[in-house]
């Protein structure tokens, strides 16, 4: 695998592009190519979330599949390891070695509860059985076993009550090096002293010094036993593909700062920022020694979805971790919480993927995400309580026209629909305003794209443009099939048009309030596809600015005009989990509690 950069000229934390390829050993035409900026899925005990099988090629905005392998400790030896022949890990999962890249880490990034410390020999994970330590041999053995495209190495990341003394930030980063210096030994039996692609986890938690202490690590040159350990490597990054970083634990580390401070409790004097508006702060220039603020400021009222960590807090950070080390190796963030947070860390830092944990999420609690990069025209925000007349009527159906994003009270809109409203039980258009499905396109080149008067991207996920089968899909015996004869031609295939009409609002809405599974199918297959659209628009505006130098500032502004038209706060996450949580609770135990509070009135 390698990863190369197309802006060798751009400075060391800016935006940039990059591909990522892999050519697979004995199979020249597996070839996987995933251009940067851009993003890769997280997955549960290696499955992703309301997604089968067969979803897998019908999706394609899925690259990159990250398996968090904790979940599959409870057993021993873990059941993927038992899987024989080519690509194990991709068998066993129901991945495409052509189609799609799998990485393999220890512990879930976005797992934050508490877990026991971890020792000088093992890593504390969480299955379902509970916590299991994780030791380096174990983890190297489980890695040579799945055969992953990408490992992540081992890191002594600590999920304990904070704060950390110096003497346990040492033996962090001590670990984390022993760690990645046993997983880059050369493959016994392998033509290739370093087949496997390592990502590192950048340590140091959110102090400065020993973050940049673990970076100058990694470019030491080895002597005696551990450069025999990892020979023909003179240091520990020539064997690196990259380096990753988690959000999340540095959150809760600040989170935890502020807590203390909250309880009047002693800590560090520190800098604080006369803004805490992420948006506002002062971003350090590239290689600077600038103070880190040690703790947030006072937080903002809960929210469901979000830190009161902001972005500001984060980045330099990962600007001291990256000040040393070749800029020209992937970098990898797992836990952001916005697509406000993404175009902070591309513009600031020169981040090259991104997990979809957030727009996941979303899925999970019925929003369909609605948004663009550069932003959606206003064109596509035109509210229904200003049309004269929000009625469409048709032959078959009487609905309202399309609803438009919320309009929230600082005047920006919202980056997705929460179909849970009761507002969507008759709209029936697709699901984004902001792309046209792919049956409104005309079978004439040349025609329009669509029929829209504004000029839109057509999404191409399963929901919005599903494709009409090119055969029969037979459930029985292979005489029945031969029995019934050929499929009838359909009206679409006649026309040249092979994909059916969208789902619409409307039926999901039904679907969500009936507890359907495929709703969240279909949720997940369309906002990976918004993402994906998104990163392509971030990636078209990138080569814009280094193509022109009369448009060197676009990005900029186009992340500008993003902040000051979608909403960052992300209320529309709160609403929806909080009519997820109580649609959940209308079947089984919810219903037993309702029918105990009708018995108890009636009395």
């Not at 997280?42 to 309301?50: A, C, K, N």
């Not at 009527?393 to 179909?419: E, F, M, W």
Request: proline fraction near 10%; include cysteine.
């Amino acid at each position: 695998m390698q990863f190369t950069l197309s802006t060798t000229k751009s400075p060391q934390f800016s935006p940039r592009l990059g591909n990522v390829l892999l050519r697979r050993h004995g199979a020249p035409d597996h070839q996987c190519s995933i251009d940067t900026p851009g993003f890769f899925t997280s997955t549960s005990r290696g499955v992703i979330p309301h997604l089968s099988r067969d979803h897998h090629d019908t999706t394609q905005a899925l690259s990159w599949v990250n398996v968090p392998f904790e979940t599959f400790l409870e057993r021993s030896p873990p059941v993927p390891t038992l899987q024989n022949g080519e690509h194990p890990l991709h068998s066993f999962l129901g991945f495409r070695p052509d189609n799609h890249i799998l990485s393999m880490m220890a512990r879930n990034p976005a797992d934050g509860r508490d877990m026991p410390p971890n020792g000088n020999n093992h890593v504390s994970t969480y299955c379902l059985r509970g916590v299991r330590k994780l030791t380096p041999a174990e983890w190297r053995l489980h890695t040579l076993a799945c055969q992953p495209d990408i490992v992540i190495a081992l890191s002594d990341t600590p999920y304990t009550n904070t704060p950390y003394s110096q003497k346990r930030l040492t033996k962090s980063i001590e670990r984390s090096a022993k760690w990645l210096a046993d997983i880059l030994r050369p493959v016994e039996a392998s033509n290739e002293p370093n087949r496997l692609n390592v990502l590192v986890h950048m340590a140091g938690g959110t102090n400065p010094n020993a973050r940049q202490a673990f970076s100058d690590s990694l470019l030491e040159i080895l002597h005696g036993k551990e450069a025999e350990q990892v020979a023909p490597l003179r240091c520990l990054d020539e064997g690196l593909l990259g380096y990753t970083f988690d959000l999340l634990p540095l959150r809760q580390a600040f989170e935890a700062q502020w807590r203390r401070s909250s309880l009047n409790i002693p800590s560090p004097e520190y800098d604080e920022p006369s803004s805490t508006s992420s948006a506002s702060t002062p971003i350090p220039e590239s290689g600077s020694n600038s103070s880190l603020p040690l703790q947030p400021p006072s937080p903002p009222p809960p929210l469901i979805h979000r830190s009161p960590v902001s972005t500001s807090f984060l980045i330099p950070l990962i600007h001291t971790s990256l000040s040393s080390l070749p800029s020209n190796k992937l970098r990898l963030i797992n836990t952001t919480s916005s697509p406000h947070e993404i175009l902070r860390l591309i513009q600031h830092v020169g981040i090259d993927l991104f997990d979809a944990h957030w727009a996941q999420r979303a899925a999970d609690i019925g929003i369909a995400l609605d948004f663009t990069f550069p932003a959606c025209s206003q064109d596509a925000f035109l509210d229904i309580d200003s049309d004269p007349n929000p009625i469409i009527i048709t032959t078959t159906t009487t609905a309202r026209k399309p609803l438009s994003l919320r309009l929230r009270a600082d005047n920006k809109r919202d980056i997705g629909h929460n179909i849970y409203d009761a507002r969507y039980t008759l709209d029936f258009s697709s699901f984004a305003n902001c792309f046209s499905p792919a049956s409104a396109a005309s079978s004439d080149p040349t025609s329009p794209v669509n029929d829209n008067p504004y000029d839109k991207p057509i999404c191409l996920c399963a929901a919005c443009s599903p494709l009409a089968p090119q055969t029969r899909i037979c459930h029985g015996p292979p005489d029945l099939e031969a029995e019934t004869g050929p499929p009838p031609p359909s009206s679409s295939s006649l026309s040249g048009n092979l994909y059916k009409p969208p789902y619409t609002r409307a039926y999901l809405h039904h679907l969500l309030h009936t507890h359907e599974m495929s709703a969240h199918s279909l949720l997940l297959m369309h906002n990976l596809s918004v993402l994906d659209a998104f990163f392509s628009g971030i990636r078209n505006v990138i080569a814009m600015s280094l193509v022109d130098s009369s448009t060197e500032d676009v990005f900029a502004r186009e992340v500008d005009r993003f902040m000051r038209t979608y909403d960052e706060e992300l209320a529309v996450f709160d609403e929806a989990a909080l009519a997820w949580r109580e649609v959940d609770l209308a079947r089984g135990k919810g219903r037993l509690a309702r029918e105990k509070e009708n018995a108890r009135q009636e009395v």
